[in-house]
């Protein structure tokens, strides 16, 4: 009995409802009323489903489909039917009405006197533990919302109040953009003229060489506040219209979610970058240690087996490179971004580029380790290599500078000097300095003793050479018609050979003329009468020193 007085009602009140034009069409009308005797109810559409908007504002989502209508169809009914009533209409109370017929639920809402939809238990999402009866108790409060916003949306007082409200936060948002440009412009301008006047011992002249890189890092704090502010216009603007105001609640919620779950991120890595800090502490540790003592071997204060001064810094440098190596990799599962597809991605790229790089900077680092080992020769050595002659300026992983006779920096691979021959003037020299020397050769007729001392006065007197260690003189050859002398001096400036042996010329041409010896080279074309020898009464001739002890 009660079934069919709950049949006879909504029969009758569809039948009322479609004679006073309330629903949206006939074939709707029909259908309804079949789906509520109980007579046809059709079957749902597998993942079908569709959310029922009014004023952009969610109600309640669809999901049954009646008599062949998908939820989309009900949707753009239903929306239809709320759009054609007047504001006199949507002003009625809204209500609702449960049905039930067997085991088909509905409820029934109403604007007034006409009939908005009819929920049925077919739309609740499956697992749904809220009853029909809770759910529709929400979708009455999101309608009344609805309703209102699409009442007052029509109001003439709400739309100048909204526009009035939106031309004041339009012109301060311009006054602020204009006054965050203004106060950049100014911050940047002061900051450019501190670091134009800072002198070389200013704690600000290091942010000369990066003054593009600050000012493209305040450009976009400059855009990103720019996004800040226009973001908050956007939203109170939106705010200020009922029909908008959904847009400016996501968007408002949107930030706030955003907000959240960056913060959430941080302090759920935390942790992880707290490992990361300490793992990359002891290293540096590590690190410092492994330098002081390597420092300590190249100024001579510490002794290690297999490691010389000259080797000590390259080995420092290796050292190091592990060190950091080690920590790096025992510190990157903690970094937070460390099992992202992007990190992972960007790792795999930077692998692939040193692949197919590797081969030549692997040939010249072991070329430059090669060289270091081995110290053939170092900064500061006075060397010939090849056709380039000059002082080693720098050494590194890569190549070698050489500063030639010519003031001219020549860079050479290392894997090149691996492959030749290096000529190291100051390599067994030490402190003592690059070794030069000159030729002369001088007829018989001059006493040795003589030559060399006048040899070593020139020597003495050039500004260039080393007093200490002495000069000396070396007999090279007897040849057929003269002595081949060779002068041998020490110098400190090697670039300066040129300059040195020059000067160095211009004193024994000096010192042999002043003794009245002749440079030039004899040759004789015929046996001369007497034997070219040297008296021995001329045998310390000036300026030779005789001996003390009267031998020679």
């Given amino acids: 009995m009660n079934t069919f007085w709950s049949v006879f009602r909504l029969v009758t009140l569809l039948a009322v409802t479609l004679a006073s034009g309330s629903l949206w069409a006939k074939d709707e009308v029909n259908s309804e009323a079949v789906l509520a005797s109980g007579s046809l109810w059709a079957k749902d559409v597998a993942n079908s489903e569709a959310m029922l908007k009014i004023a952009h504002r969610d109600i309640v989502m669809l999901r049954a489909t009646?008599?062949?209508?998908?939820?989309?169809?009900?949707?753009e009914r239903i929306t239809e039917q709320i759009r054609a009533m007047n504001e006199s209409d949507l002003s009625q109370p809204i209500t609702r009405s449960p049905l039930a017929v067997g085991d088909i639920k509905a409820v029934l809402f109403s604007i007034g006197d006409r009939t908005a939809f009819v929920l049925l238990d077919k739309d609740l999402e499956i697992g749904e533990k809220r009853s029909l009866?809770?759910?529709?108790?929400?979708?009455?409060?999101?309608?009344?919302?609805a309703v209102k916003a699409l009442i007052d949306q029509g109001h003439g007082a709400v739309l100048i109040k909204g526009g009035l409200f939106s031309l004041m936060a339009t012109a301060i948002m311009f006054a602020l953009l204009w006054a965050i440009q203004k106060a950049t412009t100014y911050v940047l301008d002061k900051l450019q003229q501190r670091i134009q006047l800072a002198n070389a011992n200013s704690k600000l002249r290091w942010a000369a060489h990066a003054w593009?890189?600050?000012?493209?890092?305040?450009?976009?704090?400059?855009?990103?506040?720019?996004?800040?502010v226009a973001y908050l216009w956007v939203t109170y603007v939106l705010g200020n219209f009922p029909l908008t105001q959904p847009f400016a609640e996501q968007l408002s919620g949107m930030l706030v979610h955003s907000l959240g779950r960056f913060g959430d991120?941080?302090?759920?890595?935390?942790?992880?970058?707290?490992?990361v800090a300490i793992i990359l502490f002891l290293a540096k540790a590590a690190n410092d240690v492994a330098g002081n003592v390597f420092h300590n071997v190249t100024l001579g204060r510490s002794l290690i087996p297999g490691i010389?001064?000259?080797?000590?810094?390259?080995?420092?440098?290796?050292?190091?490179?592990?060190?950091?190596?080690?920590?790096?990799?025992?510190?990157y599962p903690y970094l937070p971004l460390a099992e992202s597809n992007a990190f992972k991605g960007l790792s795999v790229m930077f692998g692939f580029m040193l692949t197919l790089g590797s081969a030549g900077v692997v040939t010249q680092l072991m070329g430059g380790l090669v060289l270091i080992y081995s110290r053939a020769l170092k900064v500061g050595d006075f060397v010939s290599i090849g056709e380039v002659t000059g002082v080693v300026k720098e050494m590194s992983a890569l190549s070698t500078k050489?500063?030639?006779?010519?003031?001219?920096?020549?860079?050479?691979?290392?894997?090149v000097l691996v492959g030749s021959a290096i000529k190291n003037y100051t390599g067994a020299s030490g402190e003592r300095g690059a070794l030069v020397s000159t030729t002369v050769t001088i007829g018989y007729d001059t006493p040795w003793r003589q030559v060399h001392a006048m040899l070593i006065n020139a020597a003495e007197k050039t500004?260039?050479?080393?007093?200490?260690?002495?000069?000396?003189?070396?007999?090279?050859?007897?040849?057929?018609?003269?002595?081949?002398?060779?002068?041998?001096?020490?110098?400190?400036?090697?670039?300066e050979r040129i300059q040195i042996l020059s000067e160095l010329h211009s004193h024994i041409q000096d010192e042999f003329n002043t003794y009245g010896v002749q440079i030039m080279s004899p040759h004789f074309v015929l046996q001369p009468k007497n034997n070219v020898v040297v008296n021995k009464e001329n045998w310390f001739s000036e300026p030779a020193e005789r001996p003390a002890s009267g031998k020679n």
């Fill in 308 to 331: 010389h001064k000259e080797t000590a810094g390259a080995t420092r440098r290796i050292v190091a490179v592990v060190i950091w190596g080690v920590g790096i990799a025992i510190a």
């Fill in 212 to 228: 593009l890189l600050v000012s493209r890092v305040a450009h976009l704090v400059l855009i990103a506040l720019w996004l800040a």
């Fill in 402 to 415: 050489i500063i030639n006779m010519r003031n001219e920096e020549v860079t050479i691979p290392n894997a």
């Fill in 265 to 275: 991120a941080a302090i759920a890595a935390i942790p992880s970058l707290v490992s």
């Fill in 133 to 145: 009866d809770q759910v529709a108790a929400e979708v009455e409060i999101r309608l009344a919302q």
């Fill in 66 to 75: 009646i008599q062949g209508a998908p939820p989309e169809k009900r949707v």
């Fill in 463 to 495: 500004s260039g050479l080393r007093n200490k260690p002495k000069s000396f003189v070396m007999q090279k050859a007897l040849q057929d018609y003269y002595v081949e002398y060779e002068l041998y001096a020490y110098m400190d400036r090697p670039l």
